[in-house]
């Protein structure tokens, strides 16, 4: 009993030092969007300063309404891919080439959906005007 419990303390132990060094390593995963690209949430944030015309305002409405529907199909796929490979691995011994192309399908489920969203920033920064993409870009190198 005390080996078993020696056991997890360490492997516990180990993996909070790990963690720390591992982020050291890991650049902010969305560092790159940083200040190029403009999430709704800081576009409605702003929209007094931006001015934003009803045109645009509607436009940015229609982009998040078609990802929104195209995110939930996403999360339905993902949570379907999740629950076969699940059953694949509780069985013994488990089929890896089997669980290996789950795991490729959740991959390309999850790339889907990141992909989706990038589009839809993109195709709002495109409904801005040069004037409201300076605005934006400096509100968020501000933080």
Not at 18 to 25: I, N, S, T, V
Not at 28 to 41: A, H, I, N, T
Not at 64 to 85: C, I
């Amino acid at each position: 009993m005390n080996s078993h419990f020696a056991r997890v303390a360490l492997l516990c132990l180990a993996a909070v030092i790990a963690a720390p060094l591992y982020a050291a390593d890991q650049p902010d995963k969305d560092e790159w969007l940083k200040g190029r690209l403009f999430g709704p949430e800081l576009i409605l944030k702003h929209q007094s300063k931006l001015k934003l015309s009803e045109q645009q305002r509607d436009a940015i409405g229609a982009e998040l309404k078609r990802v929104q529907a195209q995110a939930a199909e996403s999360d339905w796929t993902l949570m379907s891919e999740a629950s076969g490979l699940q059953e694949l691995i509780d069985k013994y011994p488990v089929d890896g080439k089997a669980v290996m192309n789950g795991v490729d399908r959740i991959f390309a489920a999850e790339n889907r959906k990141k992909r989706l969203y990038v589009e839809m920033l993109v195709n709002i920064k495109n409904l801005l005007t040069a004037e409201q993409v300076a605005y934006l870009k400096s509100v968020s190198e501000q933080k």
